[in-house]
C-alpha cells in the first residue's frame, strides 16, 4: 500500500437518524443520551496550541462546551468550566482536563444572575491570577409550537441566558485581559435561518451575532478579538431535554450530512479562533452547519 495512503486520516462514521425517541429534564445529562455524545475524549490530540493561556467556558460541562473544554486543555491551556446543577457531567469534564495535565476550576451557578456571572471572572483571575479566552457558550431554549404557548418567564429566561449573560461576563473580563486574548460566543444557524418553534432562542441567537460583530470593533484597540461560531444541530442534552422524543429522533436529518454534529466536530474552530496564529480573526461568523449554508 502506498505511504500515502496509509497515512490518510480517516473519516468519523458518525451515527445517523433515526435515534430512539427519548426526552429528559433541562438542562439534561449527556450520561443519558443514546447514542452517546462524542466529545474528543478519545480523539482529540494535543499540539501545543492555547500553551499557557487561561480559558473559562460557560456551559463547559457537556455538549460543545465539554468538547470545547477538552481541546482546550489537551492543547496546553488551564480551563474553568461553569454550569448550571449538573454536577457529575461536570465532574467527569474536569476529570479529563486534569488527566490533560492542566488545572481545571468548576463553578456552579446560574449566569442569568448578573452578580453570579461577576464573581465567576473573580474566581478564575483568583484561581489563576489571568483570563486569556472567554467563551460564552451556555444557552437555555425550549420548543413552543405557538406565539400564546410562550410565557413572560420563558423569554426572559431566554434573554438572560443566552444573551445578557455575554454581557456581563464580558464587560468583568475585559479589564483582566491582555492583548492577544479573545472572546468567542456561540450562536447557531437560527441566527440566520430562524426556527419558528425556537423563537425565543433564535432570537437571542441573531442578538449574539449581532454583539459580537460590535464587540470585536469596540475592543479592536485593545488587541482583544471577538468571534462567534455558529453551530446546526449538534448532538447535546439540550436537544432530547427541549424537543419532544418524535424530534430528537429526527434530528439533523434534514441537513445535508443526514445528521447532526458530534460536539467534538465544533472544538477545532474554537481552538483556532482561540490560538494566537488566528490574530486578524475578529468580528467573524464561522458556520458548522454540515453542509447547509448561511442566509
Same mark, same amino acid.
Not at 71 to 80: I, K, M, N, S
Not at 161 to 167: E, G, R, Y
Given at each position: 500500500? !502506498?505511504?500515502?495512503?496509509?497515512?490518510?486520516?480517516?473519516? $468519523?462514521?458518525?451515527?445517523? $437518524?433515526?435515534?430512539?425517541?427519548?426526552?429528559?429534564?433541562?438542562?439534561?445529562?449527556?450520561?443519558?443520551?443514546?447514542?452517546?455524545?462524542?466529545?474528543?475524549?478519545?480523539?482529540?490530540?494535543?499540539?501545543?496550541?492555547?500553551?499557557?493561556?487561561?480559558?473559562?467556558?460557560?456551559?463547559?460541562?457537556?455538549?460543545?462546551?465539554?468538547?470545547?473544554?477538552?481541546?482546550?486543555?489537551?492543547?496546553?491551556?488551564?480551563?474553568?468550566?461553569?454550569?448550571?446543577?449538573?454536577?457529575?457531567?461536570?465532574?467527569?469534564?474536569?476529570?479529563?482536563?486534569?488527566?490533560?495535565?492542566?488545572?481545571?476550576?468548576?463553578?456552579?451557578?446560574?449566569?442569568?444572575?448578573?452578580?453570579?456571572?461577576?464573581?465567576?471572572?473573580?474566581?478564575?483571575?483568583?484561581?489563576?491570577?489571568?483570563?486569556?479566552?472567554?467563551? !460564552?457558550?451556555?444557552?437555555?431554549?425550549?420548543?413552543?409550537?405557538?406565539?400564546?404557548?410562550?410565557?413572560?418567564?420563558?423569554?426572559?429566561?431566554?434573554?438572560?441566558?443566552?444573551?445578557?449573560?455575554?454581557?456581563?461576563?464580558?464587560?468583568?473580563?475585559?479589564?483582566?485581559?491582555?492583548?492577544?486574548?479573545?472572546?468567542?460566543?456561540?450562536?447557531?444557524? !437560527?441566527?440566520?435561518?430562524? !426556527?419558528?418553534?425556537?423563537?425565543?432562542?433564535?432570537?437571542?441567537?441573531?442578538?449574539?451575532?449581532?454583539?459580537?460583530?460590535?464587540?470585536?470593533?469596540?475592543?479592536?484597540?485593545?488587541?482583544?478579538?471577538?468571534?462567534?461560531?455558529?453551530?446546526? $444541530?449538534?448532538?447535546?442534552?439540550?436537544?432530547?431535554?427541549?424537543?419532544?422524543?418524535?424530534?430528537?429522533?429526527?434530528?439533523?436529518?434534514?441537513?445535508?450530512?443526514?445528521?447532526?454534529?458530534?460536539?467534538?466536530?465544533?472544538?477545532?474552530?474554537?481552538?483556532?479562533?482561540?490560538?494566537?496564529?488566528?490574530?486578524?480573526?475578529?468580528?467573524?461568523?464561522?458556520?458548522?452547519?454540515?453542509?447547509?449554508?448561511?442566509?
Amino acid at each position: 500500500m !502506498n505511504k500515502s495512503t496509509e497515512a490518510r486520516p480517516h473519516y $468519523p462514521d458518525y451515527p445517523k $437518524p433515526p435515534f430512539p425517541e427519548q426526552t429528559q429534564e433541562l438542562p439534561g445529562s449527556f450520561k443519558l443520551m443514546d447514542p452517546k455524545p462524542d466529545h474528543g475524549e478519545q480523539s482529540w490530540r494535543g499540539a501545543g496550541r492555547l500553551e499557557g493561556m487561561v480559558a473559562l467556558i460557560t456551559g463547559g460541562d457537556s455538549g460543545i462546551g465539554r468538547a470545547v473544554a477538552i481541546a482546550f486543555a489537551r492543547e496546553g491551556a488551564d480551563v474553568a468550566i461553569s454550569f448550571l446543577t449538573e454536577q457529575e457531567d461536570a465532574a467527569d469534564t474536569a476529570r479529563l482536563i486534569t488527566e490533560s495535565g492542566r488545572r481545571c476550576l468548576q463553578i456552579p451557578g446560574d449566569i442569568a444572575d448578573p452578580d453570579r456571572c461577576r464573581q465567576m471572572i473573580e474566581q478564575v483571575v483568583k484561581e489563576f491570577g489571568r483570563i486569556d479566552i472567554l467563551v !460564552n457558550n451556555a444557552a437555555h431554549q425550549d420548543t413552543f409550537e405557538t406565539l400564546d404557548d410562550i410565557p413572560d418567564e420563558e423569554w426572559q429566561r431566554t434573554f438572560a441566558v443566552n444573551i445578557h449573560a455575554m454581557f456581563y461576563l464580558a464587560k468583568a473580563a475585559v479589564p483582566h485581559m491582555k492583548p492577544g486574548s479573545s472572546i468567542i460566543n456561540t450562536a447557531s444557524i !437560527n441566527a440566520d435561518a430562524p !426556527n419558528p418553534g425556537l423563537l425565543a432562542y433564535a432570537t437571542t441567537k441573531g442578538a449574539i451575532q449581532n454583539f459580537t460583530g460590535g464587540l470585536a470593533q469596540l475592543l479592536a484597540e485593545k488587541g482583544i478579538r471577538v468571534n462567534c461560531v455558529a453551530p446546526g $444541530p449538534v448532538w447535546t442534552p439540550l436537544i432530547p431535554a427541549s424537543m419532544s422524543g418524535e424530534k430528537t429522533s429526527k434530528f439533523g436529518a434534514n441537513y445535508p450530512l443526514k445528521r447532526p454534529a458530534q460536539p467534538v466536530e465544533l472544538a477545532s474552530t474554537y481552538v483556532m479562533l482561540a490560538e494566537p496564529m488566528s490574530s486578524y480573526v475578529s468580528g467573524a461568523t464561522i458556520a458548522v452547519t454540515g453542509g447547509k449554508p448561511l442566509i
